[in-house]
């Protein structure tokens, strides 16, 4: 999946990562399950469930030997402590957890008065010259239209501005039909934060912003509205996944649906997907999950960063936009695989 804003994460060293030059060390450190905190109290079994939902994709040898094993675990807890090692896996940058949702959008598969904003599949060109067009471009200078692009049209650009920013989401047709779309390609343009630009004008503080203030701001001031969604050059484009059952979760970057408060996008680049990752998120709603690492996001960087999955709609995205919290992340890698990381006289 994608996406997002999101769209809002004490350790003695082992070992460090090859120095690069500008770049923070990545450091590893290998934990007890006595070390995470409230580990006991977790419902291990949705874990093991939503673990086995993606593992069944890993090649790797040491992790296709325990998606065999876990579907055969009578006891999740003793599978996850039996065959893994937890690893805290740092880079100098602070911790930091949001959230993300997947939206609900009213739409038609038709142009009308009503609806009359498009929701575009990705055109071959965009492809051949990276960056393409600036989203200003692409929304004003009619090079999408009249080509069949459209999978459906919508009520509310700013809304559909946020379904790009998530990635995927439903879109409801008003005689009860529901399709899903996910992620179909991008326009090469870097993201830009459209909050963060709100901050430097002077709009509002930093701790104000959110999706909902910045969809109020929008809509309050329609012409500097569409000047501040043109700010981000980035453009997303979309393909239908109206194969994804609807009390599922919408795809993530393993291309399985994601579950709701036990899957959390991640920087591949540090947490392997598929990972088991033990959640301690701080803040108002302390969070202690054992999650799993399914999904990807542009603005999900970094070994201590984590986007947690809250589910479909207006609700869930309320829930999802008031996370941006410190706390801790920890991996739980095989055994041989997180020994691997040790300088040999630590093993």
């Not at 009308?112 to 498009?118: A, E, Q, S, W």
């Amino acid at each position: 999946m994608i996406r997002r804003l999101g769209a809002a994460l004490s350790v003695s060293v082992l070992m460090t990562g090859p120095a690069v030059p500008n770049e923070p060390e990545t450091r590893y450190a290998i934990l007890g399950f006595e070390d995470l905190n409230g580990w006991a109290a977790d419902d291990h079994d949705a874990a093991l469930t939503v673990f086995k939902n993606t593992c069944i994709d890993l090649d790797e040898p040491d992790w296709a030997a325990l998606c065999a094993l876990a579907f055969d675990a009578t006891d999740a807890r003793q599978f996850f402590e039996l065959f893994f090692r937890p690893m805290l896996i740092t880079d100098g940058q602070e911790p930091l957890f949001t959230g993300y949702f997947e939206p609900e959008l009213s739409g038609s598969p038709v142009r009308t008065p009503t609806y009359r904003y498009p929701v575009y599949k990705m055109p071959p060109e965009a492809n051949d010259r990276r960056p393409w067009l600036t989203r200003r471009d692409i929304l004003t200078s009619g090079v999408m239209d009249n080509r069949g692009l459209e999978i459906a049209w919508v009520d509310d650009p700013v809304e559909l501005f946020f379904l790009q920013v998530q990635g995927s989401g439903r879109i409801r047709y008003r005689d009860g039909r529901m399709i899903r779309v996910g992620y179909g390609g991008a326009n090469g343009h870097a993201y830009r934060s459209i909050g963060q630009e709100l901050v430097r004008r002077g709009m509002y503080d930093a701790h104000q912003v959110s999706a909902e203030v910045i969809k109020n701001w929008v809509r309050r001031n329609p012409m500097d509205g569409e000047a501040l969604l043109f700010h981000n050059e980035s453009y997303v484009f979309f393909r239908e996944v109206s194969q994804v059952p609807a009390d599922l979760g919408p795809l993530g970057a393993m291309n399985r649906s994601i579950t709701p408060m036990r899957s959390i996008a991640v920087d591949p680049a540090t947490t392997p997907l598929g990972a088991p990752v033990w959640i301690e998120k701080d803040g108002n709603d302390p969070l202690r999950r054992l999650m799993v690492a399914q999904d990807t996001g542009s603005a999900i960087k970094g070994a201590q960063r984590a986007d947690v999955f809250f589910g479909t709609g207006d609700e869930a995205g309320q829930m999802a936009g008031r996370i941006k919290d410190p706390g801790r992340m920890v991996v739980l890698m095989p055994i041989q695989r997180a020994y691997a990381f040790l300088p040999e006289t630590l093993q």
